[in-house]
């Protein structure tokens, strides 16, 4: 998958130290499919660049959860 701008559309506290973010992309197209066990890349608004695992329903088209 190629590189694209996301905003946060939701975010869930799990506990009091995890954070759930459902990310959808900020042109409003919709994501690619991906496999159990797919990461992605997030850069952040520094400039860090961390890797999550995608942990929504692969059927999803409209947000990553990560």
Sequence with gaps: MKQFDAT?????????????LELMRADGGELGPYTAGAHIDVVGPTGILRQYSLCGHPS???????
């Design 8 to 20: 946060v559309q939701r975010t869930i506290a799990a506990t009091d130290d995890i954070r759930v």
């Design 60 to 66: 999803q088209k409209d947000t990553f959860t990560i």
